[in-house]
């Protein structure tokens, strides 16, 4: 299965905390989520205890609306980590999601394409499962 | 009655030390070694006693406590200790202003300011090899994907503002370019003797687009240190006093919004920031005579100039031009003993020790009746911090 993931096994794993259990539980589903206030209904990423616009506690977890742009990119190319000496280079892209407030997601883009990589374009998101114990699901992208 | 509220003045850099800069992992010295060193070499630069030391200010978690400073070099007592928060380089300047804001509220007398560190002894910026087996928080969004070193944490931002503002690659250049050409009359610079020409820089290897391996700071091992005083009592002291005439810090709007979440994303923090420093130093960019901007990477320096009207974001590829940074005959002399890129990384401090040698007039690149000095701290980290320097003729 590791063949198919975009950067190898290795690197630190994420581990849901006390705020953000409910998006890598939706991971797994091969569900997106964000953060999502109850009370003025604004979205929030990453998770937070507090809404930042009207201070309410109670935030919930909502599936995001609306298309994916790629807002931003880079391609590593200098291994940072031993693992990623084989990996090299990769494309990170920072997405963004206009229709839930502009909320920001990290991500790598699968297949990237040679060369720039198209801010602006729509991307979908691309789960990409771990099943080895702790099993987690990390979110990638790939171009619409 | 109202009375109005600033320290532009009261306080003066007096002393200032540095250790040997070394390439890292190369320090014979432990870093507390390092660290005693240039407090020594500041104390003594100053004409100061060690012993009459009392407050001690430092920034991007050092590792040198100041319970063991003050124990180690007999301090009298201790009356003031001070940490600006944030891992990065961003908090030099900071401290230089916190220790600043002690002396002038009169919470203490004389205070070192210092950076200390051996790479040997604690993890590298630039190596995810230390991270833990599994994340929480924030980081969970990020470090996963490979997004684990500085350059790679910046490196969208500079995308981004390259994207907007149509800012060229020969201005990132440009940047990198100053700095080497200035280390090159520093024999204390790490890469003294190491020139660095344009196909130097464009050849070199990628470190992750849109940084290549001359955009992307340093890592070394050494210490470096300020000592500050009441402005009254540097004049009697044995160098030209360099005043502070004013120091802020701080982000925009949620610039600490985690997963690159700050709604103004390619930005190197300092807008809301540049304006308070301007108002309590009570000049404008036009009137610096030298300018000192950490480069943690050049898209950092760029964004800085800019935010800090150095420059505008249309004039920003002519302004940050080769000729126009280099002392002493440039428009906007940057960084001119090397800096983070050629000199040394001691995360930025250097940058201030710097800024002092050019109102004392004692640079290696000096540029001609320097009054005026500006220095900014670690770019697009929050807090960012920044300050501004003098001579007496500016008060």
Redesign the interface.
């Known amino acids: 299965m590791s063949d198919s993931f975009v950067?190898p096994e290795g690197?630190?794993?994420?581990?849901?905390?006390d705020?953000?259990g409910p998006y890598?539980e939706a991971a797994r589903r091969g569900e997106l989520v964000a953060q999502r206030c109850t009370a003025c209904r604004g979205w929030q990423?990453?998770?937070?205890y507090l809404c930042?616009r009207c201070h309410a506690f109670d935030l919930a977890f909502e599936p995001v609306p609306g298309e994916a742009k790629i807002?931003?990119?880079?391609?590593?190319?200098?291994p940072?980590?031993?693992v990623?000496a084989s990996?090299c280079?990769?494309v990170?892209v920072?997405v963004e999601f206009p229709e839930a407030d502009?909320?920001?997601?990290?991500?790598?883009l699968v297949d990237p394409p040679e060369g720039e990589i198209p801010?602006g374009a729509t991307v979908e998101p691309a789960y990409e499962h771990h099943e080895a114990e702790?099993e987690y699901t990390?979110v990638q992208w790939r171009l619409a | 009655m109202s009375t109005k509220r600033t320290m532009r003045g009261q306080v003066a850099i007096a002393g200032i030390g540095e250790t040997t800069y070394y390439k890292h992992g190369q320090s014979p010295d432990a870093q507390f070694k390092l660290t005693l060193k240039a407090i020594l070499a500041a104390a003594e630069d100053a004409g100061i006693d060690p012993r009459e030391i009392d407050g001690i200010a430092s920034y991007a978690d050092d590792k040198n406590p100041p319970d063991r400073i003050a124990a180690a070099l007999g301090m009298k007592r201790l009356r003031f200790s001070n940490m600006v928060w944030g891992g990065g380089g961003g908090g030099g300047s900071g401290a230089i202003g916190n220790a600043a804001m002690a002396i002038h509220a009169g919470v203490a007398d004389c205070v070192v300011v210092f950076r200390g560190l051996a790479q040997g002894q604690s993890a590298r910026f630039g190596s995810g090899a230390h991270y833990p087996r599994a994340i929480a928080g924030s980081y969970a969004t990020t470090i996963p994907y490979g997004v684990m070193s500085p350059a790679q944490m910046f490196a969208m931002r500079t995308t981004r503002l390259m994207h907007d503002h149509g800012i060229s690659r020969s201005t990132l250049r440009a940047v990198s370019m100053a700095s080497y050409h200035h280390a090159q009359n520093n024999p204390r610079a790490v890469m003294h003797g190491r020139p660095l020409d344009e196909e130097g820089y464009d050849n070199a290897r990628w470190i992750t687009e849109p940084f290549r391996l001359f955009d992307c700071c340093l890592e070394n091992d050494g210490a470096a240190a300020l000592i500050l005083v009441p402005a009254e009592r540097a004049k009697d002291l044995r160098q030209k006093p360099v005043y502070v005439l004013g120091a802020a810090q701080g982000a925009e709007y949620r610039s600490g919004a985690g997963g690159h979440n700050n709604p103004d994303y390619a930005t190197s923090s300092f807008k809301t920031v540049a304006p308070d420093l301007f108002a309590m130093a009570e000049v404008g960019p036009g009137d610096i005579d030298v300018v000192q901007s950490y480069e943690n990477f050049t898209g950092g320096v760029v964004m800085s100039l800019i935010e800090h009207g150095f420059c505008t974001y249309e004039s920003a590829n002519e302004v940050i031009a080769f000729d126009n940074l280099v002392a002493p005959t440039g428009k906007l002399p940057l960084n001119t003993s090397g800096g983070n890129l050629a000199e040394c990384y001691m995360h930025g401090l250097e940058l201030n020790i710097e800024a002092v040698r050019q109102i004392r007039g004692t640079s290696p690149n000096p540029v001609p009746n320097a009054e005026l000095a500006f220095v900014n701290s670690g770019p697009m980290v929050t807090p960012a911090t920044n300050a501004i320097v003098g001579s007496e003729a500016t008060l």
């Open positions: 950067l690197l630190p794993k994420p581990v849901a905390d705020l953000d890598w990423w990453t998770a937070e930042h807002f931003s990119w880079q391609r590593p190319h200098h940072v980590h031993p990623l990996a280079p990769y990170v920072l502009g909320i920001r997601m990290v991500g790598n801010i702790p990390l």
